[in-house]
């Protein structure tokens, strides 16, 4: 598997993965995998849904 095109997304930072895993042999072998040769972009802010969600009218209140 060529991993130099292979985008990982995560709802999770970086920094949390490894707490995420109960065997902490797996998760360094993952990451190591993952993170040698890779670009990390952690994006922060609100998530898009939550923004459009909190600008539109409730649906439930207008029979929707």
Do not use: C
Request: glycine share 4%; net charge negative.
């Amino acid at each position: 598997v060529d991993l130099r095109s292979t985008i990982f997304l995560s709802q999770f930072p970086v920094a949390q993965f490894h707490a995420l895993m109960e065997d902490k042999t797996a998760a360094d072998a993952i990451m190591d995998r993952i993170i040698h040769a890779s670009r990390v972009i952690e994006l922060t802010g609100e998530s898009m849904r939550k923004l459009k969600a909190r600008d539109e009218p409730n649906q439930d209140e207008e029979g929707g």
